[in-house]
């Protein structure tokens, strides 16, 4: 169902009502609408400056009901990174062993720094031997063993992400913040802030947040969350984040110059997830959009941001566990925005 009608009501969620657009705009958007629906979509928002331009729901998709993010779970850590700079619980060159104590008796682990860890180039195993969707606890993470050094390798996959969440676990327990875990750090500082509720988070066997995959939120949430990064961590007027960490995002690391700090940014040389998730095959192509941010997950999940045209697009679909299997299937990103925008 398609949402285009005037409501003060919907204001009281964050966002604003579905705002008119010009006819043309109207049928890209719904040239765009049909290729999602037809590749298993269920959600699919547009907004540009903050204003919600387009809204559709198919099949299982309701406005006010989450949709699991899998991988595009990933870049909430980057901005969780932001907000740990701007209380000074963090810095983006330290040393993991500095809190990770345990890496210091490495040779190689001991080098790795923060930004390291969340470019994916800290030389640790991203898959860590696991298949896609297995996800270690925190315990488990900071036991992988690295023989490479850093900067050298781009490696996928969720054992950084726990890893720093164990990071970020001990540093929230030696600065009292009074915290539980990652996870009600991210709510306190940022989610319930920007009005974001999660209908729900996976836990692991120990008990602590997924960092790598596990949210589950509305379009119009993921949303939020993107107007928000575009607006450069800025929100009714404040900075909830460091201005210069939450950049660092968006800067790529030598070994893969197609992802930033937890987000992808398509572009020639990109290396992306894996063989079968068709990004970076398409990598030079959407390269010629303009300047692109991505989070991305299993089953097509998308939260594209466009800086230039300041706008955020949300794309949810069905069949995670297909998309875990057998990859992108017949979707394209460069075929979806260009057919969005018209290009």
């Known amino acids: 169902m398609t949402q285009t ?22 049928t890209r958007f ?6 999602s629906t037809a590749r298993r979509g269920i959600s699919f928002l547009v907004m540009q400056r903050g204003q919600v331009l387009f809204e559709d729901y198919q099949g299982q998709g309701k406005r006010f009901k989450g949709w699991e993010l899998a991988s595009g779970t990933k870049s909430f850590s980057g901005v969780m990174a932001a907000a740990l700079v701007q209380d000074g619980l963090l810095k983006l060159d330290e040393y993991c062993a500095d809190t990770l104590t345990e890496f210091w008796s490495d040779r190689y682990r001991s080098a790795i720094r923060v930004t390291d860890l969340l470019h994916l180039v800290s030389g640790i195993d991203g898959k860590g031997g696991r298949n896609f969707g297995n996800v270690p606890t925190y315990a488990e993470a900071v036991t992988a063993t690295s023989n490479k050094g850093t900067g050298t ?14 990071l970020v676990r001990r540093k929230l327990i030696a600065a009292k913040t009074g915290d539980a875990d990652p996870l009600a750090y991210l709510t306190r ?11 729900r988070w996976q836990r692991g066997s120990d008990g602590m947040p997924h960092l790598p995959s596990g949210a589950a939120i509305t379009a119009r949430d993921w949303a939020k969350f993107g107007q928000f990064v575009l607006a450069g961590g800025v929100h009714q007027g404040k900075a909830l984040v460091d201005p210069v960490a939450l950049q660092a995002n968006f800067e790529a690391s030598k ?30 192509s959407l390269s010629g959009l303009g300047k692109l941010y991505m989070a991305a997950g299993a089953g097509n999940q998308r939260l ?40």
Do not use: C
């Open 30 to 35: 719904e040239t765009a609408k049909a290729y």
């Open 153 to 166: 390798q781009f490696s996928y996959g969720p054992v950084p992400f726990q890893i720093f969440g164990e």
């Open 5 to 26: 009608l005037l409501s003060r009501r919907t204001a009281l969620i964050g966002l604003s009502a579905v705002t008119a657009v010009p006819a043309f705009a109207q």
């Open 255 to 284: 070994a893969n110059p197609g992802y930033g700090l937890t987000w992808w940014m398509p572009r020639p040389g990109m290396i992306g997830p894996g063989p079968r998730s068709g990004v970076a095959s398409e990598a030079v």
């Open 304 to 343: 594209y941001l466009l800086p230039d045209q300041d706008m955020v697009i949300v794309r949810q679909a069905d069949g995670i566990l297909e998309g875990l299997r057998r990859g992108a299937g017949d979707w394209s990103d460069q075929t979806f925005l260009s057919l969005l925008l018209g290009a």
């Open 189 to 199: 500082r940022l989610l319930d802030p920007l009005g974001i509720r999660p209908i």
